[in-house]
């Protein structure tokens, strides 16, 4: 599907957030417009059908905004990836390095069972440290991951470099 020019419309910059120096990428008047948000689901589904994909693993906090109905319209089930501390079960966890800091991300330990084909989505890929820390705690618990899908990718941030080994589906580029 081609990228739909209108998009970039929908996408605020917001400089200085959370910290001097980022410009924060809005995409919540994506989401209060029901047109766009159907057709960015479905712009990020697409490409995924028929893959046999059995999860997809949604990103805190607003790759579950995605990850959830991507997963519905896919007949996968959904697993969230959620920062330190948040998850009530038992979890592994995952550090790493994002463009202004770190951060650790954790699953549960059963939310991944060996051989399972993953889908991670987020809603933007900036560094790729996210994700790559997401694809290596899948991994961790034997599943495979498919591909990554990002609503989003800051194409001069190259974080799509971290990801060489993995498919990746961006909807749009900024």
Known sequence: MA???WWHALIRD??????PGVVF????????DPHAFREAVTA????????????????????????APIALQLGAGFVPVRKLG???HETIS?????????????IHKDGIRRGERVLVVDDLLATG???????????L????VVGVCFLVELDFLQGRQRLRDREVVSIIHC
């Open 129 to 139: 440290g996210t994700i790559q820390a997401t694809a290596q705690l899948v991994e």
């Open 94 to 106: 995952q550090e790493y390095t994002l463009e202004y800091g770190t951060a650790t991300l954790e």
């Open 44 to 67: 990020m589904t697409d490409p995924w059908r028929n893959r046999g994909i059995d999860r997809v693993v949604g990103v805190e906090s607003r790759g579950f905004i995605f990850a």
């Open 86 to 88: 948040k998850l009530p």
């Open 14 to 19: 917001i400089p200085d957030f959370p910290q």
């Open 25 to 32: 990428k809005d995409i919540t008047p994506i989401l209060r």
């Open 3 to 5: 990228e739909p020019v």
């Open 141 to 144: 618990l034997g599943g495979h």
